[in-house]
């Protein structure tokens, strides 16, 4: 195992990181989990593509790794339909961890409406994976945190929804199954049509 990190240290919001192509903290020997892979930007996206174009990947034998993109300071990140991001535990062991955040808030308390690019938007729409061995161990814990947070998108013209795919269960019998973690202000579970955000967010929350 080990790490990769990549990151815009410089304070402002003109800074971003596009991952397009494979991040490989992962183990393949026995006993080991897998690295850390961070990516740190005021703007995130993983390639927007066919699959298997942006891997990230901190998987282990014994135990997946920790995948984390952003923070605080993050005001968008975008995992794209084409993207995979696994932390999975290869044999006997618990699945790892993966953060993706955007929870900058340049305007808490208020009440807007203000403009999308005041809050932290996290967009994410490729396959999350933090899963427990196949021989034995719990799955993992996925985040996906944003001030606004998308799960689901749909093009004009296009009948189907593109949606993420978050898997954090046991692969054995055994084992328990791991979490998923949705942080934003507001959360909406529907099974109706996806509603256009045209420029403005209102958030509903603290």
């Given amino acids: ?12 919001a003109s800074g971003s990181i596009t991952v397009g192509g494979l991040l490989n903290a992962s183990s393949a020997v026995a006993g080991t989990t897998g690295g850390q892979v961070t990516v740190q930007a005021p703007r995130i996206e993983t390639y927007f593509g066919e699959p298997g174009n942006s891997v990230l ?5 014994a135990g997946g790794g920790s995948i984390a993109l952003g923070d605080a300071n993050t005001r968008s990140v975008i995992v794209g339909a084409g993207s995979i991001l696994r932390a999975d535990a290869l044999a006997r062991g618990d699945g790892g961890s993966i953060a993706v955040r955007a929870t900058y808030n340049s305007a808490p308390g208020a009440n807007g409406p203000l403009a999308r690019t005041t809050f932290g938007v996290a ?11 196949p021989n034995g161990g719990n799955g993992g814990h996925i985040e996906t945190s944003g001030t606004a ?7 004009v013209g296009n009948p189907t929804a593109t949606s993420a795919i978050v898997d954090a269960r046991a692969q054995s019998a055994a084992g328990l199954s791991g979490t998923w973690t949705l942080d934003p202000f507001d959360v909406t579970i529907t099974n109706a049509a996806t509603v256009a955000v045209n420029g403005e967010f ?3 929350g603290p």
């Fill in 1 to 12: 195992s080990g790490f990769v990190d990549l990151a815009i240290t410089q304070a402002g």
């Fill in 149 to 155: 947070l998308n799960t689901s998108l749909q093009f």
């Fill in 57 to 61: 990947s901190a998987d282990g034998p």
């Fill in 123 to 133: 967009d994410v729409y490729g396959t999350l994976l933090a899963r427990g061995g």
């Fill in 202 to 204: 209102q958030p509903i």
